[in-house]
């Protein structure tokens, strides 16, 4: 069964640091990877999808990469902002299933 | 684009008692819906999966007497609780899938329903 991990648990950072989040997950034969904010209390915003056959994607401030292979994937934030402070999750597809297995979580704080 | 709504954003009713919460596909026809459930501090994790005009598929563990999903419309779906218990207090969010103009397996998720049980 396809397990995702995300590490740190929690991250703090000054207010205008780049910073790297983690994603990793067990099997390979994924569809897709997506990258999701969750405030507290509130649902999913989806932040940025890479297919298995792209390396990366960005929008804005943020950069999100996938290696297949190696069953990893990051989210690159740059210049952080207090209101970048959520949760982000990570969330693979994977071939053959419906649903999307989720990773653990990052609790993100940027302090001001 | 792609948004979802999910109707009540929060409840709160007596043990015993059941409790219905929608979850809509605004702007597009959504072939396949999901539901998941989050408890405080941990991940979303996968109740059930809906098709149109058909019955839902339920994740080992679920109980699907207990949890009733209707899928009637390719724009709605919904989450029954029967006899809600203390324990079914929960974050249930909604997500929805649309095979058309995003082949991509691509979910676009609802704001989530809050439950509390007394």
């Known amino acids: 069964k396809q397990e995702v991990t995300q590490i740190p648990a929690a991250l703090s950072v000054p207010e205008g640091e780049n910073l790297v989040l983690n994603c990793s997950f067990t099997d390979s034969a994924i569809y897709n990877l997506q990258w999701f904010r969750q405030d507290p209390g509130k649902g999913l915003t989806s932040l940025l999808l890479?297919?298995?056959?792209?390396r990366e994607q960005t929008s804005g401030r943020l950069n999100a990469s996938l290696d297949k292979s190696s069953g990893r994937s990051t989210l690159y934030i740059a210049a952080s902002q207090p209101g970048d402070s959520a949760t982000y999750l990570c969330?693979?597809?994977?071939?053959?299933?419906?649903?999307?297995?989720f990773g653990t979580g990052t609790r993100l704080t940027v302090i001001p | 684009g792609a948004v979802v709504s999910q109707h009540p954003s929060w409840v709160i009713c007596k043990s015993g008692t059941s409790v219905k919460i929608e979850c809509r596909s605004l702007?597009?026809?959504?072939?396949?819906m999901f539901w998941y459930r989050q408890f405080p501090k941990q991940s979303l994790m996968l109740m059930a999966t809906?098709?149109?005009?058909?019955?839902?598929?339920?994740e080992q563990g679920v109980e699907k007497d207990k949890f009733l999903i209707n899928h009637a419309s390719l724009t709605l779906s919904t989450l029954t609780v029967t006899s809600a218990h203390p324990e079914d207090s929960s974050f249930y969010i909604c997500s929805a899938r649309e095979m058309i103009r995003r082949p991509y397996n691509e979910q676009f998720f609802g704001p989530g329903t809050r439950l509390t049980v007394l």
């Open positions: 809906s098709n149109e005009g058909s019955k839902a598929t339920y």
């Open positions: 890479i297919q298995s056959s792209q």
């Open positions: 969330a693979v597809n994977q071939t053959g299933a419906n649903n999307l297995f």
């Open positions: 702007d597009f026809q959504a072939t396949t």
